[in-house]
């Protein structure tokens, strides 16, 4: 790495998922870490018990060498102003991880609008049964390894985000194209330009694996190529139970391994075909491959079950691109009995303003959807992106604001066997869990 041994690390931000990963990886090689954030969360704390000090709030003082931030930090956000003022090294996340990932000998990079986390930590899964040294950085919380894991330094398993062309800061000895579809309007303009940025991050690549359901990917000069309907790497004979899937693993036409995947939705098939085909090319068997997968259980936030509310199952899921919306929802009309209860918040104004029809086109297939405030994230208000707006556009549709006004309209719409969805990447999912039937238990 371009830092030395002494150099020590300012986090600002530290409690988001990618942040905190890099923070615990960059303290297990020795280097000296502490951040801030906002507000307190589960990761800030499981930090805090890993003895990196962690403070609550924006510090005045930095003492630290480099300083390091994310995209969702304004270019004039007070810490950052001070640091400069103070002559400190500015490190975006990206930088830092493509620095991190140029001290492992094979570095496996997995890009895409819809699938990273679930694919990396199929690929974690992976070397961890087959006994191979690796090291995770996931974006999300792999139910068994959380968004760290480390057991040496052989490999190293990374999400690869198109946000702001971060993943460009990496090379990769191989680099997992998932999907092309546009999303982070507010970074490119259109398909192409976000085309272009997939292709250089090929290029970064010395073996590339594609999706050869998708379109545009599958233009992608590549080594390897998977999907449910195309591709070097496919699935056949797939069966499903409770939206569990086992399917029997072919390559170039050749069956090698049946799996069967724990994790719920159709959607993980295609990534676990996805993890096999860029481990195929590291030198793994399929059994060994397959024991892998098998050992993946799912990740936080993805159809998660996390209580109930008037005793109807509530689960939570990530998504908050309208393919993602309907592809959740498809799985949760297929487990559930009665009807499902939708509610989204929508993420960022832009995203909901650039992709606004989509957004409509799938939330009317619910039943009187439930549509939250918008999480801004990074973004100042924009009105024609608020969820206000996006509920103008669907009648059959109820803005609430609050968690009490959302507890009230579940009240007026849940009946036995419905299933509630909660679907969005902000802070539904926190929400979501102030009103469980348990959280309202002496």
């Known amino acids: 790495m371009f830092f030395d041994g002494k150099t020590a690390f300012y986090f600002i931000g530290i409690g988001g998922v990618s942040m905190s990963a890099l923070a615990r990886l960059l303290t297990d090689r020795g280097y000296s870490v502490r951040g801030s954030d906002m507000r307190e969360s589960e990761y800030t704390r499981a930090l805090q018990k890993a003895g990196i000090p962690v403070s609550i709030g924006e510090e005045e003082k930095i003492g630290e060498d480099c300083v390091v931030y994310t995209g969702a930090v304004a270019e004039h956000h007070p810490q950052l102003e001070a640091a400069r003022a103070a002559g400190k090294r500015l490190i975006p996340r990206a930088e830092l991880l493509g620095e991190v990932a140029k001290e492992f000998p094979h570095v496996i990079s997995v890009a895409g609008c819809h699938g990273k986390t679930s694919t990396s930590s199929m690929l974690a899964h992976i070397f961890r049964a087959c006994g191979r040294p690796f090291t995770c950085h996931i974006g999300g919380e792999d139910l068994g390894l959380s968004n760290y894991f480390s057991s040496g330094g052989e490999y190293f398993v990374t999400e690869a985000c198109e946000f702001g062309r971060s993943f460009l800061s990496l090379d990769s000895e191989i680099g997992v194209i998932l999907n092309t579809d546009l999303d982070h309007t507010d970074c490119y303009k259109d398909e192409d330009e976000l085309f272009t940025a997939y292709v250089q991050f090929a290029k970064n690549s010395q073996k590339v694996v594609v999706c050869d359901d998708d379109l545009r990917a599958r233009r992608i000069p590549h080594t390897s190529s998977f999907g449910l309907n195309g591709g070097d790497v496919r699935a056949e004979d797939l069966k499903c139970v409770g939206e569990r899937y086992s399917f029997t693993v072919s390559e170039r036409g050749i069956p090698l391994v049946r799996v069967k995947l724990s994790a719920v939705g159709k959607v993980m098939v295609t990534d676990a075909l996805a993890a096999f085909a860029a481990a195929r090319l590291l030198g793994l068997t399929a059994e060994e491959i397959k024991r892998g997968l098998e050992s993946f259980r799912g990740v936080g936030r993805r159809?998660?079950?996390?209580?109930?509310?008037?005793?109807?199952?509530?689960?939570?899921?990530?998504?908050?691109?309208?393919?993602?919306?309907?592809?959740?929802?498809?799985?949760?009309?297929?487990?559930?009995?009665?009807?499902?209860?939708?509610?989204?918040?929508?993420?960022?104004?832009?995203?909901?303003?650039?992709?606004?029809?989509?957004?409509?086109?799938?939330?009317?297939?619910?039943?009187?959807?439930?549509?939250?405030?918008?999480?801004?994230?990074?973004?100042?208000?924009?009105?024609e992106g608020s969820a206000y707006t996006l509920v103008s556009h669907l009648p059959e549709a109820v803005y609430v604001q609050s968690p009490a006004q959302l507890k009230k309209r579940l009240l007026q719409y849940v009946r036995p066997d419905d299933l509630i969805l909660v679907l969005g990447a902000g802070d539904i999912f926190d929400i979501a869990k102030s009103i469980l039937d348990e959280a309202a238990a002496p």
Request: with cysteine; hydrophobic share 40%; glycine share 4%.
């Open 303 to 383: 159809f998660e079950t996390v209580g109930t509310f008037c005793g109807v199952p509530v689960v939570c899921d990530y998504a908050h691109h309208p393919r993602e919306i309907a592809a959740v929802m498809e799985t949760a009309e297929k487990m559930c009995f009665g009807t499902v209860r939708v509610v989204f918040q929508p993420h960022t104004y832009t995203r909901t303003r650039d992709f606004l029809a989509d957004f409509v086109a799938v939330l009317r297939r619910a039943e009187n959807p439930i549509v939250y405030k918008t999480y801004a994230a990074r973004e100042e208000f924009l009105p």
